[in-house]
Structures are given as structure tokens and as C-alpha cells.
């Protein structure tokens, strides 16, 4: 089935720093989600990104869609300690519609360290 | 802004037993999706409905329901709970003609002892 691989599963940065996640499909997806999950919080949707090589900007974040639409990126710029959580890509779940299930990444715990 | 409502927000309950998690979606969305979080793990998707009907299914065990009522609102049966069935419980919503993003609520954590 369709799985959604995201790296790295945890990194620890100082405050100040940048920060990535990447995220890649087997397949080829429709579109690609992002949401992030504080602590003890609920998936929060951050973007939605759809065309092959779309950039969108959220203030210091920076969500990438590859050419092939096989693959994802969220880059942080001069993290602060509000960044803190796990960030979720998630893309249309295999078998689906279009507006059924996510499949999820595994998520990356980000730690910012002030 | 109106956000997803679940309801009971914790629930603790025996094995056999059974169980009913509740969702309030937001006003005027038509699709409600159910996920289950483990610990340390990512959402997996249950089910979904469309307009009240069923629209997907996911990794949902046979002991588990979910329907969709004419007011909108989900509910989520669970019965014969074993223990690994504790995990947080996400009810979440979107507008199917807008956009692709669903809005989580709050989480039901389910605890099955």
C-alpha cells in the first residue's frame, strides 16, 4: 500500500536555528498535507500544497512540493521555543478519494532548546 | 471560530466492555473522519462519511461502528475493547467542496484496562 516516509523522526536544535523535515511517497500524490501536533494537542492542518514544484511561505516556514510530486520538505527558519511539537506530512490515502483518508508520515518531534 | 467538538475528552473502561466516542463536526462540513493515535505513532485513518454515508474505510477492526447522523454528528462504537485498543481517539471534519484540509478536535483518550 501507499506509505508516506518522513525523516528525521526527532531533532534537537538550539533557538535560533533552522529546521527540516522531508517527506517522501512511493507514489505519486495529489496533493500533500502538513499539520503540527503540540504536546498532548490535536493535528493542527498548517498547508495544503498541490502543484508539482509549489513553494508557499508561512512567515519563517517554507513548504516545499517536489517536480515528480513524490516528495515534500518544511523548513523553519530561526526557530523559536513556540516551534515545538511534531510536524505530520500526510497525502491522500492509498485505495481513497480524494477527499477520504490521510496517510500520515511518521512525524518529526522537534525540540527547541532556548 | 466554531472548532470540532468530542465528547468524553477521557474515558476509562475494562476489557469486553464497550464504548462510544462522539463528534461534533464543524457548522456546515459535510465529511467527518475518525484516526486513532498511539503512543508515539502517527493518526491512523478508521473511517469516513460523506453527507451520512459511509465514504472510506481504514484499519478499523470489525468490532468497532461509526455512523453519521442527520444533525452531522459521528459516533464511534467500540465494543469487546481490548487493551490495545487504548490510544487517543481524533474525530475530524472538513467542507469537501472548499479544500483537502480536515480540522481535528481535541482527542477522546481511551484508556482500556
Known amino acids: 500500500g501507499q506509505q508516506v516516509m518522513q525523516i528525521p523522526q526527532y531533532q534537537h536544535v538550539q533557538e535560533g536555528e533552522d529546521f527540516t523535515t522531508y517527506c517522501n511517497s512511493s507514489t505519486t500524490l495529489s496533493n500533500i498535507q502538513w499539520y503540527k501536533q503540540r504536546p498532548g494537542g490535536h493535528p493542527v492542518f498548517l498547508i495544503q500544497?498541490?502543484?508539482?514544484?509549489e513553494v508557499k511561505k508561512q512567515k519563517r516556514l517554507t513548504f516545499q512540493f517536489g517536480e515528480a510530486k513524490k516528495n515534500s520538505s518544511l523548513h523553519i527558519t530561526a526557530t523559536q521555543t513556540t516551534d515545538v511539537g511534531t510536524y505530520f506530512c500526510a497525502g491522500p490515502g492509498a485505495g481513497g478519494t480524494s477527499y477520504g483518508k490521510l496517510t500520515f508520515g511518521q512525524g518529526t518531534i522537534l525540540t527547541v532548546h532556548p | 471560530a466554531a472548532g470540532v467538538i468530542q465528547s468524553p475528552r477521557h474515558l476509562i473502561k475494562e476489557k469486553r466492555e464497550t464504548a462510544t466516542l462522539k463528534c461534533y463536526p464543524i457548522p456546515r462540513h459535510d465529511t467527518v473522519y475518525w484516526y486513532q493515535q498511539g503512543p508515539g505513532q502517527d493518526p491512523q485513518f478508521l473511517i469516513s462519511f460523506y453527507e451520512k454515508m459511509q465514504s472510506d474505510k481504514g484499519s478499523i477492526p470489525d468490532r468497532f461502528s461509526a455512523q453519521q447522523f442527520s444533525d452531522y454528528h459521528s459516533e464511534l462504537n467500540m465494543s469487546s475493547l481490548e487493551l490495545g485498543d487504548s490510544a487517543l481517539y481524533f474525530c475530524a471534519s472538513s467542507l469537501r467542496a472548499i479544500a483537502y484540509e480536515q480540522y481535528f478536535g481535541p482527542g477522546t483518550r481511551l484508556t482500556v484496562t
Open positions: 500544497l498541490v502543484k508539482s514544484g
